[in-house]
């Protein structure tokens, strides 16, 4: 089965945004990381950041897959606290975009479960520590000593996140088709594997 979308997920600091960006220009095709936060806001009239702050606190339950599953009625989602309405409504706009979109690359958001049976390549991009921590405070303008404590309190929300809402393991490579170290390889070389193996993958699966 070709799988013409990539997903990504990728720990705080290891760039798997930026490798995401990269990826998507070197394919041509659109790329997808808080645009799907700030779709979910428009739609919803709630500013981003009030409805970031609602898809960071812990989920409460795993109803949510089980709600996408059964195509939940309206009654059913009002009934549901703000944190576990916002996968369902993301969820939506993901799948909305892969109706009207053959190709795109997607960060985050639980995009390789919420994707899987549409055909996705997943991409998992991890690095040491110190690097983490020396991109957090380069780059995204972090606090050297708040780097370490801002890094940690990041990655435990996202597993959090995909761990209750797709009952597999965030950090579980076994999952995922490719992983990447961003400090080994650099971000330039991680988008370059990606497209190569996304290219190669689709080149010999069949339709």
Do not use: H
Request: aromatic share 10%; glycine share 6%; charged share 30%.
């Amino acid at each position: 089965m070709k799988k013409n979308i990539i997903t990504i997920e990728r720990q705080y600091g290891s760039g798997g945004s930026n490798i995401g960006k990269l990826t998507a220009e070197k394919l041509g095709i659109n790329f997808y990381n808080r645009q799907i936060l700030e779709m979910t806001a428009e739609r919803c009239g709630i500013s981003p950041e009030y409805l970031e702050n609602a898809e960071e606190n812990v989920p409460t339950s795993f109803l949510y897959s089980l709600l996408i599953n059964a195509n939940p009625t309206r009654a059913m989602e009002e009934n549901l606290p703000l944190s576990d309405k916002v996968f369902l409504m993301e969820s939506r706009i993901i799948n909305e975009i892969a109706e009207k979109e053959k190709s795109f690359v997607l960060v985050g958001r639980c995009g390789s479960y919420i994707l899987e049976e549409k055909g996705c390549f997943s991409v998992y991009i991890y690095s040491d520590t110190k690097s983490r921590v020396k991109r957090a405070i380069e780059q995204y303008n972090v606090k050297e000593n708040k780097a370490e404590s801002i890094m940690k309190k990041a990655d435990k929300r996202r597993e959090t996140f995909y761990n209750v809402n797709t009952g597999r393991g965030w950090q579980d490579k076994d999952q995922y088709a490719l992983c990447l170290n961003s400090a080994e390889l650099g971000d330039e070389l991680c988008a370059e594997i990606i497209v190569k193996a996304f290219n190669e993958y689709n080149k010999n699966a069949p339709d």
